[in-house]
């Protein structure tokens, strides 16, 4: 199926315009990072105290945060009113998240959950067993090892894309998709930051989608590049690259769009449990597919052109 026929847009001479809205955008995210001290970091990573709970009715969230400013637990009191507390799936489930705190008392979940059942007991089910949905904690260590393991994944997962794409293509061409997956989740991150919302194990899993997503987009195109190469030598490399774009973009935005439906379904009728997640990829699928064509290919122009000299 093509979408649109025999297209002739000239990519290329709207490189410079596109690499500074991306440089921008790239910027800001930056800029944010560093305000904010790096990313913010979910309890997998940091550590810390998970417990969510289902009221037999609509909660307001606001409310559930008033009384845990005053949290007495084995006769000390804690004031968990700044932590994140919010919606967990639907309106009367909520989640909280406290991060570590040294010395702790034990059995920290199961206590802010009693504290709850005992400040709704109006509103709440009558077992305690229907009362909690889950619970759980993270140790700092556990945490920081998980943080590193995460690095970790993305890295490697860049390093064999590297490998793979210098086999099959050509160097150049492992570094135009390098550059491109990295802008990808710099600019995803970016956002993240600026919108402050969490980095947690589920959203590096959308990292790697969104790496996986973006590589597919970029390896199309250089198959036709390499393709028109051997079939068109008297064209510069500029207009083979454009030639190619154009070849495979009714491809690029029938993926593109059908991909983007559906996880902007998922994050409009997921909740908040799958929220961020949804919110990553749907960056994602965009800016991969912007990346493709305005991040990959003009490096690969760049190293060819200087190849020559």
Same mark, same amino acid.
């Given at each position: 199926?093509?979408?649109?026929?025999?297209?002739?847009?000239?990519?290329?001479?709207?490189?410079?315009?596109?690499?500074?809205?991306?440089?921008?955008?790239?910027?800001?995210?930056?800029?944010?990072?560093?305000?904010?001290?790096?990313?913010?970091?979910?309890?997998?990573?940091?550590?810390?105290?998970?417990?969510?709970?289902?009221?037999?009715?609509?909660?307001?969230?606001?409310?559930?945060?008033?009384?845990?400013?005053?949290?007495?637990?084995?006769?000390?009191?804690?004031?968990?009113?700044?932590?994140?507390?919010?919606?967990?799936?639907?309106?009367?489930?909520?989640?909280?998240?406290?991060?570590?705190?040294?010395?702790? !008392? %034990?059995?920290?979940?199961?206590?802010?959950?009693?504290?709850?059942?005992?400040?709704?007991?109006?509103?709440? !089910?009558?077992?305690?067993?229907?009362?909690?949905?889950?619970?759980?904690?993270?140790?700092?260590?556990? #945490? %920081?090892?998980?943080?590193?393991?995460?690095?970790?994944?993305?890295?490697?997962?860049? #390093?064999?894309?590297?490998?793979?794409?210098?086999?099959?293509?050509?160097?150049?061409?492992?570094?135009?998709?390098?550059?491109?997956?990295?802008?990808?989740?710099?600019?995803?991150?970016?956002?993240?930051?600026?919108?402050?919302?969490?980095?947690?194990?589920?959203?590096?899993?959308?990292?790697?989608?969104?790496?996986?997503?973006?590589?597919?987009?970029?390896?199309?195109?250089?198959?036709?590049?390499?393709?028109?190469?051997?079939?068109?030598?008297?064209? %510069?490399?500029?207009?083979?690259?454009?030639?190619?774009?154009?070849?495979?973009?009714?491809?690029?935005?029938?993926?593109?769009?059908?991909?983007?439906?559906?996880?902007?379904?998922?994050?409009?009728?997921? #909740? +908040?449990?799958?929220?961020?997640?949804?919110?990553?990829?749907?960056?994602?699928?965009?800016?991969?597919?912007?990346?493709?064509?305005?991040?990959?290919? !003009?490096?690969?122009?760049?190293?060819? +052109?200087?190849?020559?000299?």
């Amino acid at each position: 199926m093509r979408l649109l026929k025999n297209p002739n847009f000239d990519f290329m001479s709207k490189k410079l315009f596109a690499l500074t809205i991306s440089g921008l955008i790239g910027l800001a995210g930056i800029v944010s990072l560093i305000f904010h001290g790096g990313p913010k970091l979910s309890i997998d990573f940091k550590g810390g105290t998970f417990v969510a709970v289902q009221f037999a009715e609509d909660i307001n969230v606001e409310e559930v945060r008033s009384k845990m400013g005053d949290v007495n637990i084995d006769g000390q009191t804690f004031d968990f009113s700044r932590e994140e507390v919010k919606h967990f799936g639907n309106q009367t489930a909520v989640s909280v998240r406290v991060p570590h705190i040294e010395s702790s !008392p %034990s059995n920290l979940a199961q206590k802010i959950a009693v504290h709850l059942y005992d400040a709704f007991s109006n509103k709440v !089910p009558e077992n305690m067993i229907d009362f909690i949905l889950s619970k759980g904690m993270v140790g700092p260590k556990i #945490g %920081s090892e998980l943080s590193g393991k995460a690095i970790m994944a993305i890295f490697s997962a860049l #390093g064999l894309i590297l490998l793979y794409i210098s086999i099959r293509f050509e160097f150049k061409f492992a570094l135009g998709a390098i550059a491109a997956l990295s802008h990808d989740v710099l600019i995803t991150l970016g956002m993240f930051s600026l919108l402050s919302y969490e980095i947690s194990l589920p959203i590096i899993a959308a990292f790697l989608t969104i790496v996986g997503y973006s590589l597919n987009d970029t390896i199309v195109i250089f198959d036709r590049i390499r393709e028109n190469l051997k079939s068109s030598k008297r064209d %510069s490399y500029t207009d083979i690259v454009n030639k190619s774009i154009n070849q495979s973009l009714s491809r690029t935005i029938i993926t593109s769009l059908t991909t983007f439906v559906v996880v902007f379904i998922l994050w409009f009728f997921g #909740g +908040e449990v799958i929220n961020t997640f949804a919110f990553a990829m749907i960056v994602g699928v965009i800016v991969g597919t912007y990346s493709s064509i305005y991040i990959a290919s !003009p490096l690969v122009i760049f190293l060819h +052109e200087n190849a020559k000299k």
